[in-house]
Each structure stands twice: as C-alpha cells, then as structure tokens.
C-alpha cells in the first residue's frame, strides 16, 4: 500500500477507525492530520474494544508509528489522559508516536468557552462536542494560539497559556460566567506538557524521511466530508478541512506524495449534532437502525440521528475527496428489512438537483428522490467474503458503487477487526 488518505464520505462516524486498523496491517506511519479530541475512533479486536480520541487509530498494531499532524488541534490533558489509557491497557506509545511542534494546543479554557458559545446560539446551536475545537482553530486564525513546539518550553507555553486564559475570563466575566481557576489549570497543563515534551518533533521532516525510505503512510482522516468547514453544511461543521486536501496542509506531505484516496461509507448515513440531514429518518426505521447500529456518539454518547444512504451528497463527496476505493461499513445493520431506499436525487421546490447546495437554508427544503430496493432476510455478520453475502445485498452494493462512481474494495459486516473482508 503506497500513500493513502482515508477519509469519512458522510457526516463522521463512518467506521474510520476499524477500516484504519484493517489497513494498518500494510502501514509504516499512521498520521492524523486535522481534528482533535472530537472525533472518536472505535476498534474491536477479539474481546477488546479500543477508542481512540487523538491518537491515530494505528497505535493498536505495534509496528506502525504514529503522528498528530500539524493540522491537529491537541488537548494536552486529554492527549496525557489517552496515553495513559492505553499503556495501562499494555499499548506503547513512548518511542512510537510523535506530536508536530506546529499542531495547535488545546486548554480547559477552549472547552468552556465552547460551551459558552453553544448556549449563546440556544435553539440554533450547533450540537458541538464541547471540546474546545472552534475556539481553538479560532486562536489559530486569530495568531494567537499556542503550538506543540511550546510544550518544550515552559516559559513560552506559560505566558501564551495565562494570555488565552485572561482572554478567556474577560469574556466569562462579561456574560455572568464563574471565572476560569487559572493557577490550577496551569498546574496540570505544565505537568502534562512536561510528560508530552519527548514526543514533539518536526514531524514534517519525519514524514519526509518515510517516504524517501520508501515507508508507507496512512493518512488517518477524522469527523467527515459534511462537517468540513469550507465543503460541509455551513455553519453546522466543524471547524477544519476533514477533506483529502487537508492531508496535505495538515501534515506537510505534498499532493504528489499521495498515491491514493480511500473513502469510508456506511451502508446508511447517520450525523450527530445539529443541521440539516436530507435522508433522515425520523420513525420507526431510524429508530430501528439506531438500535441495531448501536448508532451513539464514541465520545459523547449522543444518540446518532439515522437515514437512508444518499448518493447525492456521497458522490458529490467522492469527487471532492478524489476517491476512487471505498470501504462500506455496517451492512449487517440493513439486515432483516423488507425494502431499503437510496436517495438518488434531491428536489427542491420542485426543481431537480444532482448535487449538495451550498446553503442550509435550501438543504433544508430538500425532498429526497428515491430508488427502492430489495432487502435481504439473512444474516450477513459472519461473511468471509463477496460471495458469503445475500445476492440483494450484493446488487445493493453494486448500485451503489455505480451511483456515487468509485469501487468497493473493503466490507465491513461488523464491529471486530475480523468481521472484514476485502473485494
Ligand atoms: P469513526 O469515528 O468513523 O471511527 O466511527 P465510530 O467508531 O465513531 O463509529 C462506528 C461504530 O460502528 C463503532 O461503534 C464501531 O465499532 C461500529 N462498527 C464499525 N464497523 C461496523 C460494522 O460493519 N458493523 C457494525 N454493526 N458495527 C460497526
Ligand atoms: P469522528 O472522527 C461525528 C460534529 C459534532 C457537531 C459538529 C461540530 O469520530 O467521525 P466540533 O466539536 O467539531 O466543533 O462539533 O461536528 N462532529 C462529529 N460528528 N463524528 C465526529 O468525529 C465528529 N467530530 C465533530 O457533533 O455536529
Ligand atoms: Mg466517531
């Protein structure tokens, strides 16, 4: 496998993590490249299950090496916490994993004034994860954030750290806020910083030295293609490129080093968080999938609302991303249903689109266009391979590949590592 970026095709959540871990088994280097302690990345191996927050998912096989990008946005108690985590779980990741002294730092005063933001939208919220992740892209923007290179010196880390905190409390104190204990997040930033130190590198000159030794790399995508900031539906995104292209700025690798763009689908949709959603399901049937898909947020626990796939918004992010290979995950949560619907068009005030608009407001008025199909009765959790599956499930994935334009290469029939084959 030469240099591949994985992305998610729908609104996150899409099984990143497992089809990571399934191609890691051909990786040299894991890198995340944009995202934080937002995304939660779900691996099941024989009778443990592993959630990965900011550590690429590629920690979990011991020959990999793993990198956070400059691209990241990095909680530094959350980062020590997950480390911790998984070395008492018996993972190493001293000497395997390195943090770009350009990512970005997140602190405890990011996380509240994410929440003090949410509670300012009220009903028009954005249903965020509450971890800091816009305010901190903010500061980024803004040229006042702190980055992984200040974790190696107190001094520079202390006086940005106590800047983004005052900042922080002037804004607190304005909106009626208890103020922000300044001295003892300090304390446990400056502990955890001096635990992170090792870890922080040129992870640009790192990556550069793979790929001149002929290593290859994964690129570990997070959230996904409708929760990019520039393509997603705006404002109900994230705060980061989730898209390929982001591989690129959030790591330092040029395009020309990328051999090629994986992409993850469900065999459904589903989105957590507020915005619009064309294909919802607001019933039975989304209730039913949701309870069979286990469909609860991997860190925050919130119920996933759940659709029909749409292969209008996954082609258009087929072309977005360039990918030309897909993984398709969950098909055995289709099992058991008479009839499954594919939107394959959107109408709008009774005008035909073929494609996402760009506004949330004409989202919203989004009547989805239909194609049924069959559905199966079998089981299909215990599938080795194409020919294991029912005959309507395989003219379902075939369907869509020819909709959305690019070729299954992984299934995913559920959520152990072996219940994984290729096409
Ligand atoms: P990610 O953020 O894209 O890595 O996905 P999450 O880990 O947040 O959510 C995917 C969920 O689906 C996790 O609980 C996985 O264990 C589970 N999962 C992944 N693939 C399959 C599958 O093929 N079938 C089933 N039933 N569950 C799966
Ligand atoms: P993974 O990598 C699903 C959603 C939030 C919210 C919006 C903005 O596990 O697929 P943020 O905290 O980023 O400012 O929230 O984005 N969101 C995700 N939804 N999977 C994720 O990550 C997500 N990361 C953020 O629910 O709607
Ligand atoms: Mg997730």
Partial sequence: MPSTVLVGLQWGDEGKGKIIDVLTETADVVARFQGGNNAGHTVEIGDEKFVLHLIPSGILRPEADCVLGNGMVVDVLGLLEEIRGLEARGITVAGRMWISDRCHLVFPCHARLDGLNESALGDGKIGTTKRGIGPAYADKINRCGARGSDLVHPDRLEARFRRQAAAANVILARTGQPALDVEADWQRVRDAAAALAP??????????????????????????TWLDVDFGTYPFVTSSNTTSGGACTGTGV?????????????????????????TELLETVGEGLRSRGREF??????????????????????????ASELAFTKLDVLDGLDTLQICVGYEINGQRYDAMPADIEDVALVKPVYESHPGWQETTTAALCWDDLPAQAQSYLRRLEQLVGAKARIISVGPNRAQTFMV
């Fill in 254 to 278: 040029p395009p020309c080093a990328i051999d090629k763009v994986f992409g993850v689908v469900k065999a459904y949709t589903t989105r957590v968080g507020s915005g619009p959603f064309p």
């Fill in 199 to 224: 870890m922080v590198t040129d992870t640009v000159m790192r990556l550069h030295a793979a790929l001149d030794a002929g290593k290859r790399i994964l690129f570990e995508g997070a959230q996904g």
């Fill in 297 to 322: 947020g991997a860190t925050t626990g919130r119920p996933r609302r759940c659709g029909w796939f749409d292969a209008v918004a996954t082609r258009y992010a087929v072309r977005l991303n360039g």
